[in-house]
């Protein structure tokens, strides 16, 4: 009779790994985070730089036309800059159209984003609906400080907090972060520690299992939230 461990079971059956169930054993020494996948990351990485070099032509004038709508209704740059978590834990700089008031920070504090938050201007409004203020995230694809899917990657000071909290969140860092991930498709748009944690399962389910047939459903699944945005704030 063949048996399996109830982690095992639970990652199957919900396309997560359980936080309360799991070992580091179980978790650290799994074939997912063994070397053995340097096919699946060439072809990740292949994929990564003919999609982005494709997608950064083609929506050019369309991020150049909000990036003057943006400057035109606020005060302040139209690309935000923001400091993110990569892989193995090396910062990067994540490029973003500007949906936010330029002073939505002005004490220099990391503030979570909120539902109905009232520092999101008209445009910006529309732009994360819709995905647009995303699209600058191209380049750091193509540069090779992110991927097409993986965990959404973290600001410094939000990942200092959160790995006191939560066990293994460092672990979601052996894979690049992505635009769009696992977590992104399975789970609403959260921003509080329960929702980190919710979304950790479902990073760390990833970062175990990723496959190029993995990443197509994602960016499949990507599309369908694109169209009917209920996830997005």
Request: glycine residues 6%; positive net charge; contains cysteine.
């Amino acid at each position: 009779v063949h048996v399996n461990d109830i982690s095992s079971f639970l990652e199957r059956e919900t396309g997560r790994v359980d936080l309360d169930s799991v070992n580091p054993s179980w978790l650290i020494f799994s074939d997912g985070f063994s070397s053995g996948r340097r096919l699946s990351g060439i072809a990740k990485r292949l994929f990564d730089i003919a999609a982005s070099a494709i997608l950064v032509a083609l929506t050019l004038p369309v991020i150049l036309l909000f990036a003057l709508l943006v400057k035109l209704e606020s005060k302040g740059p139209a690309f935000y800059r923001q400091q993110r978590v990569g892989r193995y834990g090396v910062p990067f700089d994540l490029i973003k159209l500007r949906s936010m008031r330029a002073d939505a920070e002005a004490d220099g504090k990391a503030i979570w984003a909120a539902k109905n938050d009232d520092r999101v201007t008209r445009i910006g409004k529309f732009i994360r609906k819709v995905r647009i203020d995303e699209l600058p995230q191209t380049w750091c694809v193509l540069k090779g400080e992110m991927s097409f899917v993986g965990p959404r990657p973290e600001r410094p000071e939000f990942v200092e907090d959160l790995e006191k909290q939560l066990p293994y969140f460092a672990e979601r860092h052996m894979v690049k972060p992505g635009i769009t991930g696992w977590a992104q498709v399975n789970y609403p748009y959260g921003a509080s520690i329960d929702d980190s944690r919710q979304k950790l399962e479902y990073d760390l389910y990833y970062a175990k299992n990723y496959t190029p047939f993995l990443d197509l459903l994602i960016l499949l699944q990507t599309i369908r939230v694109v169209i009917w945005p209920d996830g997005a704030r």
